[in-house]
């Protein structure tokens, strides 16, 4: 329906059709991030880590620190690591297919992206088993309750300042060939990023590059299991991959919600929204509106009509690891489906990972 619905616990409003999805999305001045990041700083945390990231502002503070990280994040930082994530997923595809029976998440679809993004911020690879709690700490901050669950996000937050902080000051010693090092020279108009501003960034990417790429390798897993003529045709014909990767994006989406605050009273197709209410978008829904997408609720790779799904955002804030987590996608769906004939699920019922705003398996049993 057109307008916008109410949703509870928050009261939000809730834009479901692409339409309103998009004309949210577009306007950051009317429907800010910045805002809304100053509204759900819980005070117990002290300084919040992202609140100096790109995510977290609107223009002009976003402007600049895009125009900056998008030098240091661009295609030559991407080629360089297309031959890791090669090697990675090579490595774990072929120990999965020695083991026979595994998780496909503790084996494979978190693994690879963990490694990639540990790599990019150039930690310690012993750091790396402790990025699943570092990021369920870092989301965990907008709803700890208990004095026990407050005191562990605090504990997240300080061993990743330490860890990040320790990086930063070996690549301002040592630069080498990496994205620390092009972040710390980055400069544009004469203007470079500011400590906090850094720490920031990195403090962003390990929930932002880690967990929506472990859900969208873990969603693209379930679908080759449940629809096995698609694995077929990816391992037929490289150029199927792609197109397959894209409209597990659309149908599976591991980003369901995307967040804003209205500055202003504002109507929104019909509905009034007063300044102050909390907005949202609901991109898996919008991902299936049938103005947009003929017979959405079919699983049509290389759609006719194209596939402008919203999975990645849009406007200002559009993922700045789009182009990363397509690769990895890629990547590693070429190195498994080489290498297995098909995927057996163990079992009948899928474990999602327990998330209002996400969609991806929490475990995948397979044989
Ligand atoms: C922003 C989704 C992978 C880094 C976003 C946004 C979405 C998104 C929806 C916009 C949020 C908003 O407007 O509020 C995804 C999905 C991914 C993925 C579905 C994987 C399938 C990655 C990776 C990285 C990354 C691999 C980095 C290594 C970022 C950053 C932003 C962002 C830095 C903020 C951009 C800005 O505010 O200008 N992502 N992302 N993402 N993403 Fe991703």
């Given at each position: 329906e057109p307008g916008l619905c109410r949703v509870e616990p928050f009261g939000a409003f809730a834009a479901a059709r692409y339409e309103e999805s998009s004309a949210l999305l577009k306007d950051p001045r009317t429907f800010s991030s910045e805002a809304l990041s100053a509204a759900a700083?819980?005070?117990?945390?002290?300084?919040?880590?992202?609140?100096?990231s790109l995510l977290t502002k609107d223009p002009p503070a976003h402007t600049g620190l895009r125009a900056l990280l998008t030098r240091a994040f661009g295609a030559p930082m991407i080629s360089r690591l297309e031959v890791r994530v090669r090697e990675t997923s090579e490595r774990l595809a072929d120990a999965a297919v020695r083991q026979g029976e595994v998780d496909l998440v503790d084996a494979f679809t978190h693994v690879v992206p963990r490694d990639i993004i540990g790599e990019m911020l150039g930690l310690?690879?012993?750091?790396?088993?402790?990025f699943k709690r570092w990021s369920q700490g870092m989301a965990a901050i907008t709803s700890a309750v208990t004095p026990a669950q407050q005191e562990e996000c605090r504990s997240v937050v300080r061993e990743m300042k330490l860890a990040l902080t320790e990086v930063l000051e070996t690549r301002r010693r040592h630069p080498a060939e990496d994205m620390v090092s092009e972040l710390l020279q980055a400069e544009v108009d004469g203007r470079k990023l500011s400590d906090d501003e850094l720490l920031s960034f990195l403090f962003l990417l390990l929930p932002a590059g880690v967990d929506t790429t472990t859900q969208l390798l873990g969603n693209a897993m379930l679908t080759l299991a449940r629809r096995p003529e698609q694995l077929e045709q990816a391992r037929a014909d490289k150029a199927h991959v792609p197109r397959f990767i894209e409209e597990v994006l659309r149908?599976?989406?591991?980003?369901?919600l995307s967040f804003r605050l209205a500055t202003r009273d504002v109507e929104l197709s019909g509905t009034r929204i007063p300044a102050g209410s909390l907005v949202l978008g609901i991109i898996g829904s919008a991902n299936r509106d049938e103005r947009v997408f003929e017979q959405p609720d079919l699983f049509l790779p290389g759609r006719s009509k194209g596939n402008q799904h919203l999975t990645f955002g849009?406007?200002?804030?559009?993922?700045?690891g789009a182009q990363l987590a397509r690769l990895e996608a890629r990547v590693a769906l070429e190195a498994f489906v080489s290498r297995v004939r098909g995927i057996e699920l163990r079992s009948s019922t899928v474990e999602w990972i327990?998330?209002?705003g996400s969609h991806g398996p929490a475990t995948l049993p397979v044989r």
């Amino acid at each position: 329906e057109p307008g916008l619905c109410r949703v509870e616990p928050f009261g939000a409003f809730a834009a479901a059709r692409y339409e309103e999805s998009s004309a949210l999305l577009k306007d950051p001045r009317t429907f800010s991030s910045e805002a809304l990041s100053a509204a759900a700083e819980p005070p117990w945390i002290g300084p919040n880590p992202v609140a100096q990231s790109l995510l977290t502002k609107d223009p002009p503070a976003h402007t600049g620190l895009r125009a900056l990280l998008t030098r240091a994040f661009g295609a030559p930082m991407i080629s360089r690591l297309e031959v890791r994530v090669r090697e990675t997923s090579e490595r774990l595809a072929d120990a999965a297919v020695r083991q026979g029976e595994v998780d496909l998440v503790d084996a494979f679809t978190h693994v690879v992206p963990r490694d990639i993004i540990g790599e990019m911020l150039g930690l310690d690879p012993s750091l790396f088993p402790n990025f699943k709690r570092w990021s369920q700490g870092m989301a965990a901050i907008t709803s700890a309750v208990t004095p026990a669950q407050q005191e562990e996000c605090r504990s997240v937050v300080r061993e990743m300042k330490l860890a990040l902080t320790e990086v930063l000051e070996t690549r301002r010693r040592h630069p080498a060939e990496d994205m620390v090092s092009e972040l710390l020279q980055a400069e544009v108009d004469g203007r470079k990023l500011s400590d906090d501003e850094l720490l920031s960034f990195l403090f962003l990417l390990l929930p932002a590059g880690v967990d929506t790429t472990t859900q969208l390798l873990g969603n693209a897993m379930l679908t080759l299991a449940r629809r096995p003529e698609q694995l077929e045709q990816a391992r037929a014909d490289k150029a199927h991959v792609p197109r397959f990767i894209e409209e597990v994006l659309r149908y599976e989406s591991p980003t369901q919600l995307s967040f804003r605050l209205a500055t202003r009273d504002v109507e929104l197709s019909g509905t009034r929204i007063p300044a102050g209410s909390l907005v949202l978008g609901i991109i898996g829904s919008a991902n299936r509106d049938e103005r947009v997408f003929e017979q959405p609720d079919l699983f049509l790779p290389g759609r006719s009509k194209g596939n402008q799904h919203l999975t990645f955002g849009y406007g200002i804030h559009f993922c700045l690891g789009a182009q990363l987590a397509r690769l990895e996608a890629r990547v590693a769906l070429e190195a498994f489906v080489s290498r297995v004939r098909g995927i057996e699920l163990r079992s009948s019922t899928v474990e999602w990972i327990d998330s209002f705003g996400s969609h991806g398996p929490a475990t995948l049993p397979v044989r």
